[in-house]
C-alpha cells in the first residue's frame, strides 16, 4: 500500500513562502498522479493543484495559479508544492493524494475525495502576520 507523508507546513507571513513535500513509500509512485488538497477550518476540502505521473504536466486552480508551483523528483518519490506569496487565505491543512491515471502526461484534480486511492495525513499552513 502506498503510504503518502506531507510535511513542510508552518507559519509563514503574507507575501512569504514555504514548500510542503509529499513523500511516497514505495517504488510503484510512479503509477500515481499526485493532486494538493486544502482545508480551511469551516470549509469544504478543495482541490489546488495536480502533477501528472511523468511530472510534466501540471494543473493549478485560479487562486493559486502563478503563485504555487509543484515539482516532481522520481529518485526521490517526492512531490514539492512550492508557495509563494503567501496570502492569509491560504491558511490551511493541506493534503496530497494519489490516484492512478494510464496517460504518464496527464493529471486533472479530480473533485471527489473518494476518487482518490491514497491520502496523506495533511500539514498545516498558517499565513498570518
Known amino acids: 500500500q502506498l503510504q503518502l507523508v506531507e510535511s513542510g507546513g508552518g507559519l509563514a507571513r503574507p507575501g512569504g513562502s514555504l514548500r510542503l513535500s509529499c513523500a511516497a513509500s514505495?517504488?510503484?509512485?510512479?503509477?500515481?498522479?499526485i493532486a494538493w488538497f486544502r482545508q480551511a477550518p469551516g470549509k469544504e476540502r478543495e482541490g489546488v493543484s495536480c502533477?501528472?505521473?511523468?511530472?510534466?504536466?501540471?494543473k493549478y486552480v485560479d487562486s493559486v495559479k502563478g503563485r504555487f508551483t509543484l515539482h516532481r523528483e522520481k529518485a526521490k518519490k517526492t512531490v514539492f508544492l512550492q508557495m509563494n506569496s503567501l496570502k492569509p487565505e491560504d491558511t490551511a491543512t493541506y493534503y496530497c493524494a494519489a490516484y492512478t491515471i494510464v496517460h504518464p502526461d496527464l493529471c486533472m484534480i479530480l473533485p471527489r475525495t473518494r476518487d482518490y486511492d491514497f491520502w496523506g495525513q495533511g500539514t498545516q499552513v498558517t499565513v498570518s502576520s
Open positions: 502533477i501528472s505521473r511523468s511530472g510534466e504536466s501540471t
Open positions: 514505495r517504488l510503484e509512485f510512479g503509477d500515481y498522479a
